[in-house]
């Protein structure tokens, strides 16, 4: 353009002048991210020099008993070895970054506008499915989730388990750098302990707060298997799996438990929805989001590694079958790249366990080490009739029929059911049992609880296309009808979940812990003969503020103590006896505590003379 002096005017506003706007806009936060990675370097390179006694003393005061015996010299030498290498690595990672910080401020740029447009177009798919919806199915849907809500708030009443007492106990409850970089056994669900931890610290130390993370999940479960099966398959599917699901006894369980398991079925969900979008091509973001729902699996749970094998398998025949020629060639690439990213994502993500807590908890501790292949093979086929009354626990015989028929008719004609090739079902499959083999080791039933909505979903969209078979035809009373029995059995089963005796099984401390915390008097000594320092336990007398000094202190300093069994006790001589102690000295035991499971006994030195 010229002006009145005849000289060329710049251009400011041409089209590559605002991309490099757009893309300045994002330096400072690849300047941001970078800096954050030269402080945590420094800041591990410093750690490195701490003195051991310091050290000592901080941990010690978070030991159960004020001495942590595991963190020796060895122990640190070995920390501070680790903590260098993650520095030096870190230290690489914020050069690297920063030498390719114009790619970099592209590619996020990119990232985040395509993430934007991703969810924009979401959006506006799910208000025009609603939009079309009849409002019947509507309805029960969102009676479904209420229920669901409903059952599983209402199982936030039951006891605290062994495995979520010991995970508050030893990580939720402590300072995040111990609760993230401690990994002694399996049970630290370091993305759950993580969520725990900042409810615990907002809302205090009560059972529901501790839970939270896990419920919200739980919850979500709910609409996320409606939305993958009515993907997979359709909308009759999607509601009777959401009956299924919101009344599925194992899944309101691990919805109420401050375990991470609902939050790898979750993730699990949402990744297979979003492989149909991805197996097209996807764009950037929502490639990326695959990526960082898959690391925050893994960084959940390690095993993690079953429903990401299963979720990358199938967007590999799934493409294979879908496109051809360079379509498929860059779809496949793409695949390879993110699946590349997400482990370096968990490879940062657990960073800090790495650095403090070595490899060796992660991938050699005795829950996941190879066992012999005679042990394989006498124990995997039972663990498989034991995994279907697992899934199938308080669901009536008959109905556990009707669905494993509909499981085996959705396999049968998979074609007519779903618009995709591949069965889910069928590559969960072929990827978990050569792992597992591989492996050598049998997974506890809650191991394959984020396969349980991919057992449920395919079941319900082959009991619904029974009809179809028998040449029963849908009409206006059948959408009427339908949604109406799939709220019915859905309230049906939970009415059966929440009369149900199982949760009872598990021993209940708190009436006791209670008893106790009105009971003692200094001087007294409690022998819990049951479980020798139960999780549960030590829970509930944390809770209630009861001194461990009853507890731990030495029982021959008692002049008063108390035996805690799960039966009748006639004599005390055998537990006095594990504690040096001589049954000549004390009196009979008395019992002066009843409970379902428990019970209190009283002894007391016959020196004492006449008994209160």
Known sequence: MTGSGGKVEENHGGPAAILNDRYRRYSICILLITALLLVAAAFSFAASYLPFQWLKIQIDSYARHGTADKFTVEVFEKIVLRLRITAAAMFFAAGLLYSARRKAERYVSDALASLVSFFRSLAHDIRDAAGREDWMHLCAFFIILAGAIAVRVAALSRPMHTDEAYTFNVYVSKPLYIGLTYYSAPNNHLFHTFLSH????????????????????????????????????????????AAVVAASSMLIRYSAAARGYSIICLIFLSLLALAAYLRQGGNTGAWLLFAVLSATGFYTIPIMLYPFGIVVIWLFLSIMSAQKGAGRRSSLKTLSVYTAVTLLLTLILYAPVLAVSGIKPLVANPWVVSRSWSYFAERFPPSLVSLWNYWNRDIPTALSLVLAGGFIVSLVFHRRLSPYRIPVAAVAVIWCLPVVAAQRVVPDERIWLFLLPVYIGPACAGAAFLPGLLRMKKGRFHAIVFPILAVALSFWLSWGVLHSQRADTVYDYRPVTFFLKEYLRPGDRVIDAYVEQHPSSIYYRRLYNIPDRYFSGDPASGSRILIIVDGPMKTAGGILRKKGLSAADYTDPELIRRYRFLRVYEIKRRHQGKER
């Open 198 to 241: 900042i409810s615990y610290v907002l809302f205090g130390n009560h059972p529901w707060a501790i839970r939270l993370p896990a419920l919200v999940a739980g919850i979500l479960v709910v609409p996320a298997s409606y939305v993958f099966i009515r993907i997979f398959y359709n909308r009759d599917a999607a509601l009777l799996t």
